[in-house]
Each structure stands twice: as structure tokens, then as C-alpha cells.
């Protein structure tokens, strides 16, 4: 596996688990604190792999214009996707998408700014976005 960048992160542990994990560092069990701290990240994440492959919500966040079209609204719905959308500007639904197809697909949804949409799913947008 290679790596290109890694990210650090701090962590607080009680005497009792670092004491553990320096007796398997110095047992050689382990090179390091940190080789058994990521080691022990990698068997709790492999171990949440369904769930993790479950999570099917894509996040939009954006400054500008989204705009999604009947295709891609589709694919999701195939996908069993949700689309969480945060978006500061405008969010275009093309003419060919349906209310049903709107609501199968799109999950959170919050917008600062305009919505060009179909008249139904407009108005439907509009009531999950918290607006009359």
C-alpha cells in the first residue's frame, strides 16, 4: 500500500493502554505507538466495511451552480443513492425530472440562493429546504 500523504491526529489515552501498548512495542510487536495506533484503525474500519459500503449519501457542497439532469438523477436512484446538496447560489433541476424521481433520489437538502426546477419538484424542493 503506499501512501502519499498522511495526516496527523491527537489522541488522548489513559495510563493503563499506553503501558499495554508500550509492552507490545517493546515485546516487538509492533515497531512503534503509532505503527499499533494505525494498525488498530485498519481492523476497526475493515471490520465497519459493509456498513461503511452501505453509506450511500453523496455530499454536494458549493459556491456557484449545480445542476443535475434526469441521467444523473437515475443513476443514483439505480445506485440506491441519496444526494445531501448544500449549495450557496443555484440549484438547476432539468425540465425531464419528475416530483417522484426528485424525491427517490435527493436526501438533505439546504440552499442559499435560487432553485430552477420543474414546478412540482420546485415547490417540493422549496418545502425541504424549509421554504414556502
Same mark, same amino acid.
Given at each position: 500500500? !503506499? @501512501?502519499?500523504?498522511?495526516?496527523?491526529?491527537?489522541?488522548?489515552?489513559?495510563?493503563?493502554?499506553?503501558?499495554? !501498548?508500550?509492552?507490545?512495542?517493546?515485546?516487538?510487536? *509492533?515497531?512503534? /505507538?503509532?505503527?499499533? !495506533? /494505525?494498525?488498530?484503525? /485498519?481492523?476497526?474500519?475493515?471490520?465497519?466495511?459493509?456498513?461503511?459500503? %452501505?453509506?450511500?449519501?453523496?455530499? *454536494? &457542497? $458549493?459556491?456557484?451552480?449545480? $445542476?443535475?439532469?434526469?441521467?444523473?438523477? =437515475?443513476?443514483?436512484?439505480? %445506485?440506491? $443513492?441519496?444526494?445531501? @446538496?448544500?449549495? =450557496?447560489?443555484?440549484? !438547476?433541476?432539468?425540465?425531464?425530472?419528475?416530483?417522484?424521481?426528485?424525491?427517490?433520489? &435527493?436526501?438533505? @437538502?439546504?440552499?442559499?440562493?435560487?432553485? /430552477?426546477?420543474?414546478?412540482? =419538484?420546485?415547490?417540493?424542493?422549496? %418545502?425541504?429546504?424549509?421554504?414556502?
Amino acid at each position: 500500500m !503506499i @501512501i502519499s500523504e498522511l495526516e496527523k491526529i491527537t489522541i488522548n489515552l489513559g495510563p493503563m493502554d499506553l503501558g499495554q !501498548i508500550d509492552l507490545l512495542v517493546d515485546q516487538g510487536f *509492533y515497531t512503534t /505507538r503509532s505503527d499499533f !495506533i /494505525r494498525i488498530a484503525i /485498519r481492523r476497526q474500519l475493515d471490520s465497519h466495511s459493509e456498513e461503511i459500503k %452501505e453509506f450511500k449519501h453523496t455530499k *454536494y &457542497f $458549493a459556491f456557484g451552480v449545480i $445542476a443535475f439532469d434526469r441521467d444523473r438523477l =437515475v443513476q443514483a436512484k439505480e %445506485e440506491n $443513492a441519496k444526494l445531501d @446538496i448544500k449549495i =450557496v447560489g443555484a440549484l !438547476i433541476v432539468s425540465n425531464d425530472v419528475t416530483k417522484e424521481l426528485a424525491e427517490e433520489t &435527493f436526501g438533505s @437538502i439546504r440552499i442559499f440562493g435560487i432553485i /430552477r426546477a420543474p414546478e412540482p =419538484v420546485k415547490k417540493w424542493l422549496m %418545502e425541504m429546504n424549509g421554504k414556502k
